[in-house]
């Protein structure tokens, strides 16, 4: 039949509202006969973000991506030439939380072989106000983060004394949205996870908490897009 119809329901994707959308096209010949087919499709944020830095001082970012490279983000070069990533797992026992054995210096000949993943952060360190910008598409679905405590796993450690083992269990993550997000509307928590989030506040050189509902040096429950935390 030279005279098929094909219809389709495509009006229905909104390209200007992030998400999966499934189309559906239909052929009618002129005798009535259908035969449908579907196609999935994604629109996705892949515009440019900004990540602004106030101030000198330690910062921990977050990049609302499913994933990049440290070498696609421009402003990333600092004043000490490098990039922290931390990892949990490289912790030896008996030291202190946050602990330095756990940070890993990316320097900037790495950067483009070093690729973050959605809801990891990296630490930087500047001297003045900069502005960070990256493009790439914002996760669509709910991301998963896996947490570590090799304190399970160390003969030295006690898992039930945080006094044993202070820098177990400690990971650095960040938000992968370009939203805000409330840890108070997160469901996170299950076995052996604190409800707690520390940020760090390079203005006082410390870190600002929120601890079981409770503020702690200014600390909040509500965790900025492109904001790193432990």
């Known amino acids: 039949d030279p005279n098929v119809i094909v219809s389709s329901d495509a009006a229905n994707v909104n390209t200007a509202l992030v998400g999966y959308y499934t189309v559906t096209y239909t052929a009618t010949d002129a005798s009535g006969n259908e035969a449908t087919t579907t196609r999935s499709v994604t629109v996705a944020n892949t515009s440019t973000r900004e990540l602004s830095v106030s101030q000198e001082g330690w910062h921990y970012l977050s990049f609302s991506c499913e994933s990049i490279t440290l070498g696609d983000v421009s402003g990333l070069i600092t004043t000490t030439g490098y990039v922290l990533l ?18 890993t210096k990316v320097s900037t000949a790495d950067f483009t072989t070093t690729t973050v993943q959605k809801g990891d952060a990296v630490a930087i360190y500047t001297r003045d106000a900069t ?15 896996s947490l570590v405590n090799t304190c399970a ?7 039930g004394t945080y006094d044993v083992c202070p820098a177990q269990g400690w990971n650095l993550v960040g938000n992968p949205y370009d939203t805000i997000m409330d840890w108070d509307q997160l469901d996170v928590f299950g076995p052996g996870l ?4 520390y940020l760090w506040d390079p ?8 601890v079981n509902g409770a503020s702690v040096n200014g600390g909040t429950s509500y965790i900025a897009p492109g904001q790193g935390f432990f």
């Open 86 to 103: 931390y990892d949990e797992s490289s912790i030896s026992s008996n030291v202190a939380a946050h602990s330095d054995d756990a940070w």
């Open 131 to 145: 502005t960070i910008s990256y493009s790439c598409s914002e996760p669509l679905d709910d991301v998963a983060i």
């Open 153 to 159: 796993s160390d003969p030295n450690c006690d898992p």
């Open 194 to 197: 604190a409800n707690a989030i």
């Open 203 to 210: 203005s006082n050189n410390r870190y600002a908490a929120y």
